[in-house]
Every structure is written in C-alpha cells, then in structure tokens.
C-alpha cells in the first residue's frame, strides 16, 4: 500500500488559543468582580519531573493572568500535616483551585489526600464527586488530559461519534476519564490494557486510538488501522533519554490519518485544560 502523510495534531498550537480565550475570561471576572482567580498547587518532596511540572502549570497562570501560588512541602510531610494544609487553603476564600501533584511521598494515600480537597476546589477533578458526575454526565470540571485530547481529536476535524474508539490503559487519570468523555460525544469504545488477548487485533480495529501507557514507542504500526487518528498521551524517555510518546512516530507517521507529537500534543492541552477549569471554579465562587 501507498505510504500516506498523517495530519500532525499541533497541541501546542491549540492550548495557546485555549489560553488566550481562558486570558479574556480571566480580564472579564477581574472587572466585574474585582477579584483575580487563583491556583493553589501543593507539591510534596523531591520529584524532579514534578517540579517541572509545576513550573509550567505557574507558568501557564502568569500567562493567562491567573494568581497562582505554590506550597512547597517536604518530602517527610506526614498525611495529617497535609490534611491541615489542604483544610486551609478550601477555607481561604482566595483560592478557587487547590492541586496537589502527584505521586506523593511513599507511604501517603493519594485518594485520602484527593478526597480532603473541597470538590469545587478541585480543579484536577480527580475527586470522587467529581469522577462520579463525570461518568453520570452531569460533570461540574473536566478531567484535564482526557479533556484535552476531546478537544485535539474536535481541532483536527475528526469525528467520535459512531467512530471506534480503543483507549489503551485503564488509570483513573486517564484511561478511564478518557472512555467515558469519549462515550458522551457518542464513540464505540473499548478499554484495554496488559490483561488484553491480542492487543494488536484490538488497536487494528480502532478509527481512534488513544495510548496511555507509559511505554516508550511501544506502539507501532502492526498495532494501527491505516487511516486512523493516533492519540499519543505517553510522556516517556526513549534510550537517549529524549522525551517521546507510547506511539513510535516515525514508524506510525506514514500509515494513520491523524497524530498527536510529543512532545506538543497531548502535554500542552492538559495545562490549558487546567486553567480553564480554574476559570470555571472562579465563575462558581463568583
Ligand atoms: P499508569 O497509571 O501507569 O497506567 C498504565 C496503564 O497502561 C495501565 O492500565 C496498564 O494496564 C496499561 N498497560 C501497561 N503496559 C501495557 C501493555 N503492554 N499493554 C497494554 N496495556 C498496558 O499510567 P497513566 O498515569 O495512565 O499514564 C500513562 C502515560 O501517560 C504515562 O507515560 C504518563 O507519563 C502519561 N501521562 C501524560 C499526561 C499528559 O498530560 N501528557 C498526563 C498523564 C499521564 P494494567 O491496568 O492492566 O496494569
């Protein structure tokens, strides 16, 4: 078969213009109420990648004229000084959005963690309430990377509903919270992951594969339908300790009809998704 070009889903390119719309709404709530959204982002220990990651989501506010403050914590924080910190920023009236990256320090139990922030603090919503209207239909925030990749697959004019869509990987950050937005805009979708028989007869069936599993260009083409949009979502190290996806690019590049690059797809989306959920917590508190 001919070798085709695939659309290359600029990420980038769509969080800046969802930054820049999330940069007027935030002038618009400044004006009419005199009060300034704002992020809280509590970070715990000594994570490197956390921390750039924490650096960006600053970033991403100072942008979109977000007021955004971290608490840097350290690593032999015990669950009940967290609790403490947490009770006080869902007190403090400033603070529309409370985050607290992750993973933790050993030994403290993220759920506990995410389930002492106020649900509408919580802007990552990863809290059950939250998690749970999400899957009832009836959701209050989004969850910001399976958001994100709705509104990539929307920009590169690719069409869910009816279409087949496999998500591969089952985490409650993304696999799962990817299903179900993908079921409400009216996909066909399959959930797999290391238990699945015949994986490559799963994906092969997919018009659009989401990759979630943390396995450095794991995917190659074997594994994709010609033709189908390619959701990389994977931020892994390949052997020279570059950034790259669970999707091996080069390979899959000239076989599917549409793929997200890392980095630059998925990765920026997931930011931009998060300051809107802020704006989002901002219009609620009012
Ligand atoms: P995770 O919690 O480790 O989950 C990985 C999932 O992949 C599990 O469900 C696992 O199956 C499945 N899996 C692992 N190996 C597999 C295989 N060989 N075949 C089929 N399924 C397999 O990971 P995660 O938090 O969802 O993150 C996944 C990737 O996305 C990571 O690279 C992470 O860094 C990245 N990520 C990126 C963003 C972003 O903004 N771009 C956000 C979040 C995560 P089992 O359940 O059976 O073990």
Same mark, same amino acid.
């Given at each position: 078969?001919?070798?085709?070009?695939?659309?290359?889903i600029?990420?980038?390119a769509l969080a800046?213009?969802?930054?820049t719309?999330?940069?007027a709404?935030v002038?618009?709530i400044v004006s $009419?109420?005199?009060r300034?959204p704002?992020?809280?982002?509590i970070?715990?220990?000594?994570?490197?990648?956390?921390?750039?990651?924490v650096?960006?989501? *600053?970033?991403?506010?100072?942008?979109?004229?977000i007021?955004?403050?971290?608490i840097?914590?350290?690593?032999?924080i015990?669950?009940e000084?967290l609790f403490d910190v /947490?009770?006080?920023k869902?007190?403090? *009236?400033?603070?529309?959005g409370i985050?607290?990256?992750?993973?933790?320090?050993?030994?403290?139990?993220?759920?506990?963690i /995410?389930?002492?922030?106020?649900?509408d $603090?919580?802007?990552?919503?990863f809290?059950?309430?939250?998690v749970?209207?999400?899957?009832t239909g009836?959701?209050?925030?989004?969850p910001?990377?399976?958001?994100?990749?709705?509104?990539?697959l *929307?920009?590169?004019?690719?069409? /869910?509903?009816g279409?087949?869509?496999?998500v591969?990987?089952?985490?409650?950050?993304?696999?799962?919270?990817?299903?179900?937005?993908?079921?409400?805009e009216?996909?066909?979708?399959?959930?797999?992951?290391s238990k699945?028989k015949?994986?490559?007869?799963?994906?092969?069936?997919?018009?659009?594969?989401v990759?979630?599993?943390?396995k450095? $260009?794991?995917?190659?083409?074997?594994?994709? $339908?010609?033709?189908a949009?390619?959701?990389d979502?994977?931020?892994d190290?390949?052997?020279?300790?570059?950034?790259c996806?669970?999707v091996?690019?080069?390979?899959?590049v000239?076989?599917?009809?549409?793929i997200t690059p890392?980095?630059?797809?998925?990765?920026p989306?997931?930011?931009a998704?998060?300051?809107?959920?802020?704006?989002k917590a901002a219009?609620?508190?009012?």
């Amino acid at each position: 078969m001919e070798d085709r070009q695939a659309v290359i889903i600029d990420g980038k390119a769509l969080a800046l213009k969802i930054r820049t719309e999330v940069a007027a709404e935030v002038s618009e709530i400044v004006s $009419k109420t005199g009060r300034r959204p704002k992020l809280c982002v509590i970070i715990a220990g000594d994570n490197q990648a956390s921390k750039v990651y924490v650096r960006n989501k *600053k970033k991403a506010c100072e942008d979109c004229g977000i007021e955004s403050e971290t608490i840097e914590l350290d690593g032999s924080i015990t669950k009940e000084e967290l609790f403490d910190v /947490i009770d006080r920023k869902n007190a403090d *009236k400033s603070v529309d959005g409370i985050l607290v990256q992750l993973p933790l320090p050993g030994g403290i139990d993220e759920k506990e963690i /995410i389930a002492r922030i106020a649900p509408d $603090k919580d802007v990552d919503c990863f809290h059950p309430v939250n998690v749970g209207r999400v899957f009832t239909g009836d959701p209050v925030f989004l969850p910001c990377t399976p958001a994100g990749i709705i509104e990539l697959l *929307k920009y590169a004019g690719v069409t /869910i509903k009816g279409a087949n869509c496999v998500v591969v990987g089952r985490s409650n950050i993304v696999g799962k919270p990817v299903g179900a937005l993908l079921l409400a805009e009216d996909g066909t979708v399959t959930t797999a992951h290391s238990k699945t028989k015949d994986l490559k007869k799963v994906t092969g069936e997919a018009d659009i594969l989401v990759a979630a599993i943390g396995k450095a $260009k794991f995917f190659t083409k074997e594994y994709i $339908k010609p033709g189908a949009a390619v959701i990389d979502v994977g931020m892994d190290r390949d052997e020279e300790g570059r950034l790259c996806g669970d999707v091996d690019f080069d390979d899959v590049v000239g076989i599917c009809g549409a793929i997200t690059p890392v980095p630059g797809g998925v990765g920026p989306m997931t930011v931009a998704m998060l300051m809107k959920n802020t704006v989002k917590a901002a219009r609620i508190h009012g």
